[in-house]
């Protein structure tokens, strides 16, 4: 596959030898997630469509392929047939059900993982059979918040119990609003300045 006009040529995966996982999306997410998988041996198939990061990655010495890699047949060209696992680490809030199932029924054999922009396009990839989905900044937003209540004096149960309590409830809106199809659902669960729920004995500062 050739790269657009103006952008020069770029190498595309046709004939790579297949690794146990492919990797579509090789910006600040996806390169950490490669490396952490790099780092126990795993093979690896890294595809991006941006020719700039294509460029800077092989100044660092990591081979990175050309192409858009929701493609069925670029895919294919890298491999797909036989992985593993695919992984979608690219930022394209649009990537949803629609775009996604076709993928899923040609490589039945391999695990799929999205990264997602937002709840919404959480919600847009409906009940598909995928491994799993992370949206972008929720765990480095839920891993802050941990600091910050620790960082206040709260014990570490009471900040376990917060996590634990903002999880369950933001599961329950999400089943909410695949439901009823309104974000709006479930607006009584989000905690909110002045209205904080405390759990009795877990609000104490060490």
Do not use: N
């Not at 998988?37 to 092989?58: F, M, P």
């Not at 081979?63 to 690219?90: M, N, P, S, W």
């Amino acid at each position: 596959m050739r790269p657009a006009q103006g952008q020069g040529e770029r190498e595309g995966p046709d004939g790579v030898k297949p690794a146990s996982v492919i990797v579509v999306g090789y910006g600040r997410f996806g390169q950490t997630v490669a490396q952490m998988l790099a780092a126990k041996g795993v093979a690896l198939t890294l595809i991006d469509s941006k020719t700039r990061q294509i460029d800077v990655s092989e100044e660092f010495g990591t081979k990175v392929y050309y192409g858009d890699g929701t493609r069925l047949d670029l895919l294919r060209q890298a491999g797909a047939d036989e992985a593993r696992a695919i992984l979608f680490c690219h930022d394209d809030p649009e990537f949803d059900a629609i775009r996604l199932e076709p993928i899923l029924e040609a490589f039945p054999q391999a695990s799929v993982l999205v990264r997602v922009f937002d709840r919404r396009q959480l919600l847009a990839l409906g009940d598909l059979d995928i491994s799993g989905t992370v949206r972008e900044v929720f765990e480095s937003a839920m891993c802050m918040g941990r600091q910050a209540l620790q960082t206040l004096g709260f014990s570490e149960q009471a900040v376990a119990w917060v996590e634990e309590e903002y999880r369950r409830r933001d599961l329950d809106r999400l089943d909410r609003q695949a439901a009823s199809g309104d974000l709006h659902a479930g607006e009584e669960l989000v905690f909110r300045p002045g209205r904080a729920m405390v759990k009795e004995g877990a609000d104490e500062t060490e």
